[in-house]
C-alpha cells in the first residue's frame, strides 16, 4: 500500500520535472582538451540519457533542477546542476590508479569517501583481472597489495594461501562475510573490484572474524553502460615447460643380490652397481616374468615421461541489463584444469545471478551463486601420502622404463604389474587404482534492503546464507603396496592409512551452513562546516559444520568391489559436528570538518557460544583519524596527501568446544571393549577471549597532477592473553592446562605502494605499480609460568618465527665432529634463522598504445627458510643428481669395501656435557683428524636426515626460500569496432597471455617454493595461451 | 511518526532475538559427538591396558627389557638398543592415568562391583608408581595426579617412601579383591575374576619385594 502510495508520488514528481525542461548542450574534453567520444551524460533524476560524439558535443533535455552526471571509464565523474544554464561544457580529468577522489567499499559494505578513511586499505579493479585467468583469480592477485602475501603452491587442485599482514582475512561478497567461501568459488568475471581493507583497524566492524583483515569483493550487478550486453570470455593456457621439475641421476641402479644374479624388488633406491649394461635377471613388464636383460638406464626419462600436457581452460558468458531503475546480471563460468599427473582433472562450474533495484527511497540488491567442484582423482601428496615422486624419484631407480609400465594389471584388481613387489607402486596404476574422487557443491546468497527513513537516516537489513555439501572417497586396489597415508576423506577426519595388498574403500561426507544477520540505522547529516555520520545495529552469525566417514576395515572382501559393503571387518565410522553463534552490538560516530579533518569512534560488543558464561561478551573500540594536508596546502606539485591514524581493539574466543571438558572414547580398543580417557587437558571454567591492540599511522600522497603516488603504512599489533594449552608437568595427573597466557607478541610492518604514470599522451600510456612490505613478530613480554623457557631465542626483543634445528655436531674450529666415519648432530637446538621472508614485494606495469596493450607483472618473497623434503630423500635413496662420486663408484663396483673418507675430526677421549638450557657446562673433547672410513652410502644417510615422519633437518637440507617470479603477461589487441562490428559484437579483443612464465630461486632449484613449503609438490607449469573477449 | 515507531519496534524485536539467542548459546556449545560421562567400566579398560599393554610399533619393544637384563640377545636387522645399555628417557606421562581412577572410583560409588574397582585403583597405581620409581628413582607421589585443584608443580618423594608406599597399596588391593565381585571392562584373560586378580596382585608384590632386597 505504501508502496503504491510513493510510486503515485514519484510519477507525479518526474511529470511536473518534464513540463519546465530544456535542451541542454555543450562539449565534452579531458584536461588536454581534447573532445571525449562516448562519455555517457545521465540525467540523475529523470534518468534521460545520451552520449557525447565524435567532437565530444552532447545534448539533452533537462529541467533547471536537474543533476547531469558524466562518466567516462578512466576518467573520474562529474555532477553539475544544470541552472539557469542552457551550455554547458565539461572537463574530464583522468582518474589516477589509486582511487584518492574515488569512493571505497568498506566494511559492512558501506561506501566512504576515501578521504574519510583512517586506515590502510588498497584496491583492485575488476578487469584488470579478467585477461589472464587461471584457475583461481588469487593467483592473478599476487604481488598487488601491498602487506599481502600470497603462496601459490603448484600442487594439483590446492587453493592459493592469502594471508594480509601475516593473518588469514575475512572474505568478504557484497557485505557478507560468508563462513565457507573462498576466493575459489568467485570467478574472476563476476568481479566489479575488490578492496583489502588491512589490519583490525579497517575491520574492527566485523567483529572477531574480521580481525585479521577483510577482502572486500563487490560483485556486477549489470551492464557496464547503459543497455543489454552479453559478454563472452574465453581463456585457454597449455602447458610450455616446467618451472621447476626434480631430476635424477642415471649412472646408478638398485642393489643386486650377487648370489643370484637378480635386482631386489623392495624399493630401496638405486645403492646398487652402475648400469653398464651388464646381464642381471630383472623383471620384464611385457612378457610380466623374470628375466635376463642388459642393466642400463632406460628410465632415466621416468619422470619426465610420466608428465602429461597440461592445461587451463577458463570460459565465462554473462548477460547483463542495466536500465533506469537498476541493473541485472546472470553469469555462467567453466574452468577445467588438467594437472600434468595422468588421471588428474579439475572442473569447476559456477552460476551466479545478481542484481539491484532503486525505487526512490527504496532498494534492494541480491546475488546468488552456485559452484560445483569436482575431480576423479585429487591425488595423495607428500611423502607420507606417497606422491608418485616417491616411486619414482626417490626409492625407485632408473633401471625401468615407465613407457613399458602402462598396462598396469597382471591379475585385474589383485596384482599389479610393477618392477617391485614392496613400496612402489606402478605409477599409472597409482594414478588410476589408488585414487581420491572429490565433490563439493556450494550454495550462497543475499539480499539487501535500504530503505531511506529521511534524508539524512537511512535503514538496512542484510542477510546472507551459504551451504556447502562435500564428498570425498578413497578408493585403493587390492594389489596396492601403498594405502592411503595421509589422505583424509572429510576435514578433520581421520588418515587413511589402510592394509597395503588388502584394497580399501573410505567415503566422507561433510556439508555446513553459516548464515549471517544484520540490521543497522545509518545517519549522515551536514551542519555548517561539520559533517556527522554514524550508524548503530546488530547482528547474528551462526555457522554449523557436520560430517560422518567411514571406511572399510581388513580389506575388500571381492576385488574390485569398492563399496563398504566389502569390507572384510566391521566399519570404522566417525561423525563430527560443530556450531557456533555470535551476537553483535555495534555503532560508529564520525566527525568531519569541511574536507580537512576527520575523526572517528566505533565500538562493538560480542557475545560468543564459545566461551564460558562469564566471560560470553566481551566489547572492543576502536578511534581513527585523518587530515587531508593538502586541503590548506597546496602548492603546483602536490595533487593530494592525507595523514591517516588509526587506533583499535579486538578480541577474539576459543575455538569452538575447546572449553568442553569430554572424555576420549574408543570403540573396540580391546576386542569388543571401548576405553574412556579423562583428558590430560585441565580446563579451567574462566577462559576470556584473546586481545589485540593495533596502533597505524600512514600517509596517503599524490604528486604531479595524480601521475605519482605513493601511500606508506607503519604499524604496530600488540597480541596478549593467548588462549594456550601450556604444558605441565604430568606428574599433576595432566600434561596441560587450558589458559590465558601473559605472554605478548608485537607485530610490526611497513608497507609501502607507489604508483606512477610516466607516459601520459593521447596514443601511449604508461603506468608503473610497486608494493613492497616487511614485518616480523617480536616476543614483548613472556609468561614466566606459560611460555617455553630455557631457550636463548625466546627473550623480550627477538622474532618469534624462529627456525631450530639440531646442528652438526663440531669442535671449536667448526670441524664436523664423525663417529664411526658418519657425522654426528649436537643433541641441543639451535637456532638457525626465521622462518618467515624479510621482506615481499610486487611489480606490475601497463604501457596502452591506441590499441595495443601489454601487461606485466612480477613479484617475489626474500628471506625465510623451509627445507627440502624432495631433496633430503632424493640424496638418502641414491638418486640426487649430485651423488655421482668417486667413491661411491668404488662402493658400488667393490661391494664390502668402504671408500669414503669424511673430511673433518673424531672424538679421541673426553664428552661434552649440557644443561637443561642448552648451554655447554662442560668440553673435556681431544680430537683427532678422522681416519675412519664408511660407504658413501652411510655417509649420506647421516649428513641427510629423513623427517617425514618427524624431527628437525639437517643443516644441508634447510634453503633459502627467496624468489621471484614472472607471474603473468598478456599482450592484447583491441579490435578497430567496424572490424568487431562485422562478427556483430560491440568490443572484441584477443590477447596472448602467458601465467608462470620465469621463476628463479636462490636455492630451491628443483621444486617450485612459492608454497612455503616444499614436499614432494609437483612439478611447477608454466602456462601460455590465447583469451578473446566479446561484447554483444 | 509511523516510522519511529516502527524504527523502536525493529529495535526492540532484534534485541528480543539476542536475548533469545542468547540462553540457547549453552545448547550450542555443547558436542552431541563427546560425551562427559562415562561408566566405571570403560575407565578400567583404559587403566589396565594403559599399564599392560606393550607399547610399541612391533613385538621388540616387549623384548626390550630383557635385553637389557642381558637375559636374551638380538640380532636381526638393527641391534636392539638396550643390550648396549642404551636406556634412552624415562618421563612422568605415566601419572595422567592418576585422573582416571579417580573418576573410576566416582563411577564405582555406591555400585556392587565397587570393591573390585577399588582393588583394581590400588593395583593399578602400585603398578604405575613403581615402575617409574624404578627407573627414575625419586618420584613425586604423595601429591601426584591433584591438577584439577590448582596443584601444577608437585613436590618429590624420596624413593623410599615411593615403594613403602605402593607395598601398602598392594595389601590394600589385595584385601578389596578377597571382598570383591566379578567386574566388567576388564581386557585381560582374567575376565574380571576377583581372585585372579588378587593373585596377581600379590605376585607383583612378591616382584617388588624382590626387586628391593639387598645384592649378598
Not at chain 1, 582538451?33 to 534521460?48: D, E, H, M, P, R
Not at chain 1, 646442528?807 to 649436537?826: A, L, M, R, S, W
Not at chain 2, 598392594?170 to 586378580?197: H, N, R, V
Request: charged share 20%.
Amino acid at each position: 500500500m505504501k508502496l503504491a502510495r510513493l510510486l503515485f508520488l514519484f510519477l507525479i514528481l518526474s511529470v511536473s520535472g518534464y513540463a519546465q525542461t530544456k535542451i541542454i548542450s555543450g562539449r565534452v574534453t579531458d584536461d588536454k582538451g581534447i573532445g571525449l567520444q562516448g562519455v555517457s551524460v545521465k540525467a540523475l533524476n529523470s534518468g534521460a540519457g545520451t552520449t557525447t560524439a565524435g567532437d565530444g558535443s552532447y545534448s539533452i533535455r533537462a529541467g533547471e533542477a536537474e543533476s547531469l552526471e558524466f562518466s567516462y571509464v578512466g576518467f573520474s565523474s562529474q555532477t553539475t546542476t544544470v541552472g539557469v544554464r542552457n551550455i554547458i561544457d565539461i572537463t574530464l580529468m583522468p582518474a589516477s590508479t589509486q582511487n584518492l577522489e574515488g569512493v571505497v567499499v568498506t566494511a559492512l559494505g558501506i561506501k566512504r569517501q576515501e578521504k574519510a578513511l583512517g586506515y590502510a586499505t588498497q584496491e583492485v579493479k575488476g578487469n584488470t583481472l579478467q585477461t589472464v585467468k587461471g584457475i583461481d583469480v588469487t593467483t592473478s592477485l599476487t604481488g598487488k597489495v601491498a602487506g599481502m602475501t600470497i603462496k601459490n603452491s603448484a600442487e594439483f587442485m590446492e587453493e592459493p594461501n592469502i594471508t594480509i599482514r601475516g593473518e588469514k582475512p575475512l572474505i568478504v561478497i557484497d557485505g557478507v562475510p560468508y563462513g565457507n567461501m573462498t576466493l575459489r568459488d568467485v570467478p574472476s568475471d563476476d568481479i566489479e573490484s575488490i578492496n583489502f581493507l588491512k589490519g583490525a583497524t579497517a575491520s574492527a566492524l566485523y567483529g572477531e572474524r574480521g580481525g585479521s583483515g577483510a577482502i572486500m569483493i563487490t560483485t556486477r550487478k549489470g551492464a557496464l553502460g547503459k543497455g543489454f550486453t552479453i559478454s563472452l570470455n574465453s581463456s585457454s593456457m597449455f602447458e610450455a615447460g616446467y618451472l621447476a621439475i626434480p631430476e635424477m641421476q642415471s649412472k646408478y641402479g638398485r642393489v643386486v643380490n650377487t648370489a643370484t644374479n637378480t635386482y631386489v624388488r623392495s624399493a630401496d633406491g638405486s645403492w646398487g652397481p652402475p648400469l653398464e649394461g651388464q646381464q642381471i635377471i630383472q623383471w620384464d613388464p611385457t612378457s610380466k616374468t623374470m628375466k635376463s636383460m642388459p642393466y642400463l638406464p632406460i628410465g632415466k626419462d621416468n619422470f619426465k615421461n610420466f608428465q602429461e600436457q597440461g592445461y587451463v581452460i577458463n570460459n565465462n558468458l554473462s548477460i547483463a541489463q542495466t536500465g533506469d531503475l537498476g541493473g541485472f546480471r546472470a553469469s555462467a563460468t567453466w574452468v577445467q584444469n588438467k594437472g600434468t599427473y595422468p588421471n588428474s582433472m579439475f572442473n569447476k562450474l559456477t552460476y551466479s545471478v545478481g542484481g539491484d533495484i532503486k525505487l526512490k527511497k527504496f532498494s534492494i540488491s541480491t546475488s546468488v551463486s552456485y559452484n560445483n567442484h569436482s575431480s576423479p582423482n585429487t591425488g595423495f601428496g607428500g611423502y607420507a601420502g606417497y606422491d608418485p615422486m616417491y616411486s619414482m624419484l626417490v626409492w625407485g631407480s632408473p633401471d625401468w622404463d615407465i613407457r613399458q609400465y602402462k598396462d598396469y594389471w597382471m591379475i585385474p584388481n589383485e596384482v599389479q604389474n610393477s618392477s617391485y613387489t614392496a613400496g612402489n607402486n606402478n605409477p599409472y596404476f597409482d594414478r588410476y587404482q589408488r585414487i581420491h574422487p572429490y565433490k563439493k557443491d556450494i550454495f550462497n546468497g543475499q539480499l539487501t534492503l535500504n530503505y531511506d527513513i529521511l534524508t539524512w537516516l537511512k535503514a538496512m537489513v542484510r542477510t546472507g546464507y551459504d551451504t556447502y555439501s562435500n564428498r570425498q572417497d578413497i578408493r585403493i586396489s587390492k594389489g596396492s603396496f601403498q594405502g592411503g597415508g595421509t589422505g583424509k576423506v572429510m576435514g578433520f577426519g581421520t588418515e587413511i592409512w589402510g592394509e597395503s595388498q588388502k584394497g580399501s574403500y573410505n567415503v566422507g561426507l561433510r556439508r555446513g551452513y553459516s548464515s549471517s544477520n544484520e540490521a543497522m540505522i545509518i545517519g549522515n547529516k551536514k551542519l555548517n562546516d561539520f559533517r556527522i555520520d554514524g550508524f548503530v545495529g546488530g547482528a547474528i552469525f551462526y555457522n554449523q559444520d557436520e560430517g560422518i566417514e567411514a571406511r572399510t576395515n581388513g580389506g575388500l572382501s571381492i576385488p574390485g568391489y569398492y563399496s563398504l559393503k566389502a569390507s572384510v571387518n566391521p566399519v570404522n565410522v566417525m561423525s563430527l559436528i560443530y556450531k557456533k553463534q555470535t551476537n553483535s552490538l555495534f555503532g560508529k560516530l564520525g566527525f568531519g570538518w569541511r574536507d580537512i579533518l576527520f575523526l572517528e569512534a566505533t565500538g562493538r560488543n560480542d557475545w560468543a557460544s564459545t566461551l564460558p558464561k562469564s566471560t560470553r561478551s566481551f566489547f572492543y573500540p576502536s578511534v581513527s583519524g585523518s587530515f587531508v594536508v593538502s586541503e590548506l596546502f597546496r602548492p603546483d606539485w602536490l595533487s593530494f596527501w592525507k595523514l591517516r591514524g588509526a587506533w583499535t581493539k579486538y578480541k577474539t574466543p576459543a575455538n569452538i568446544y575447546a572449553i568442553n571438558n569430554v572424555f576420549s572414547i574408543v570403540n573396540n580398543a580391546w576386542g569388543t571393549l571401548a576405553t574412556a580417557v579423562y583428558p590430560t587437558l585441565i580446563r579451567p571454567d574462566d577462559i576470556f577471549a584473546e586481545g589485540s591492540t593495533t596502533t597505524e599511522f600512514g600517509s596517503a600522497m599524490s604528486f604531479l597532477k595524480n601521475r605519482v603516488s605513493l601511500d606508506v603504512t607503519y604499524y604496530e599489533k600488540k597480541m596478549y592473553d593467548y588462549i594456550v594449552s601450556a604444558s605441565i608437568s604430568p606428574s599433576s595427573g595432566f600434561t596441560g592446562v587450558y589458559t590465558n597466557s601473559n605472554e605478548e607478541r608485537t607485530r610490526k610492518g611497513i608497507e609501502l605502494a607507489l604508483n606512477v604514470t610516466p607516459v601520459r599522451t593521447q596514443d601511449i600510456r604508461w603506468d608503473v605499480g610497486f608494493n613492497w612490505s616487511k614485518f616480523a613478530t617480536f616476543y614483548t613480554r613472556l609468561d614466566s609460568l606459560y611460555s617455553v623457557q630455557n631457550r636463548d631465542w625466546v627473550k623480550v626483543g627477538n622474532r618469534s618465527d624462529h627456525y631450530t634445528i639440531n646442528e652438526y655436531q663440531t669442535d671449536n674450529q667448526g670441524n664436523i665432529v664423525f663417529n664411526n666415519g658418519v657425522p654426528t648432530y649436537k643433541p641441543i637446538l639451535s637456532h638457525v634463522g626465521f622462518a618467515d621472508p624479510d621482506w615481499i614485494w610486487g611489480f606490475n606495469t601497463q604501457v596502452a598504445y591506441k590499441n595495443l596493450a601489454l601487461n606485466i607483472s612480477l613479484d617475489g618473497r626474500v628471506g625465510g627458510l623451509a627445507q627440502s623434503t624432495t631433496a633430503m630423500y632424493m640424496w638418502r635413496s641414491g638418486n640426487h643428481p649430485n651423488s655421482l662420486s668417486e667413491e661411491r663408484y668404488l662402493d658400488a663396483t667393490n661391494p664390502g669395501t668402504k671408500n669414503f673418507l669424511g673430511e673433518g675430526v673424531k672424538v679421541v677421549s673426553g664428552t661434552i656435557v649440557y644443561d637443561a638450557n642448552y648451554h655447554v657446562v662442560s668440553d673435556t673433547r681431544v680430537f683427532a683428524p678422522n681416519d675412519i672410513k664408511t660407504t658413501y652410502k652411510s655417509y649420506i644417510e647421516a649428513l641427510h636426515k629423513g623427517t617425514a615422519w618427524g624431527g628437525s633437518a639437517s643443516s644441508v637440507d634447510l634453503f633459502s626460500t627467496t624468489f621471484l617470479k614472472l607471474r603473468e603477461v598478456s599482450l592484447t589487441y583491441t579490435l578497430p569496432k567496424n572490424m568487431a562490428g562485422k562478427v556483430g559484437s560491440k568490443n572484441m579483443s584477443v590477447s596472448l597471455i602467458g601465467q608462470n612464465l620465469i621463476y628463479w630461486a636462490r636455492q630451491f632449484k628443483y621444486s617450485d617454493i612459492d608454497g612455503g613449503t616444499e614436499n614432494f609438490t609437483d612439478p611447477a607449469m608454466r602456462f601460455i595461451g590465447l583469451n578473446l573477449k566479446f561484447d554483444f | 511518526m509511523k516510522l519511529n515507531i516502527k524504527i523502536t519496534g525493529a529495535i526492540l524485536f532484534s534485541l528480543l532475538l539476542f536475548t533469545a539467542g542468547c540462553s540457547k548459546f549453552d545448547d550450542i556449545n555443547m558436542n552431541p559427538d563427546a560425551t562427559e560421562r562415562v561408566s566405571a567400566s570403560m575407565l578400567a579398560t583404559n587403566i589396565i591396558l594403559a599399564n599392560l599393554k606393550f607399547d610399541g610399533r612391533d613385538a621388540k619393544a616387549y623384548l626390550d627389557e630383557n635385553a637389557l637384563a642381558k637375559y636374551i640377545a638380538y640380532a636381526n636387522e638393527t641391534i636392539m638398543a638396550s643390550q648396549y645399555n642404551t636406556v634412552g628417557t624415562f618421563g612422568f606421562g605415566g601419572m595422567t592415568m592418576l585422573p582416571n581412577i579417580e573418576s573410576m572410583l566416582k563411577y564405582a560409588e555406591g555400585s556392587s562391583m565397587e570393591n573390585s574397582y577399588k582393588g583394581l585403583a590400588k593395583l593399578s597405581r602400585a603398578i604405575m608408581f613403581y615402575n617409574t620409581s624404578i627407573r627414575l628413582g625419586d618420584i613425586p607421589y604423595s601429591q601426584a595426579g591433584k591438577g584439577q585443584t590448582g596443584a601444577l608443580k608437585v613436590s618429590y618423594d624420596t624413593q623410599e617412601q615411593v615403594m613403602t608406599g605402593v607395598l601398602n597399596e598392594l595389601k590394600e588391593a589385595e584385601q578389596f579383591f578377597s571382598q570383591g565381585i566379578k567386574f566388567d571392562g576388564d581386557p585381560t584373560p582374567y575376565a574380571g575374576d576377583p581372585d585372579k586378580w588378587r593373585r596377581a596382585t600379590n605376585a607383583f608384590a612378591l616382584r617388588v619385594l624382590l626387586s628391593l632386597s639387598k645384592k649378598s
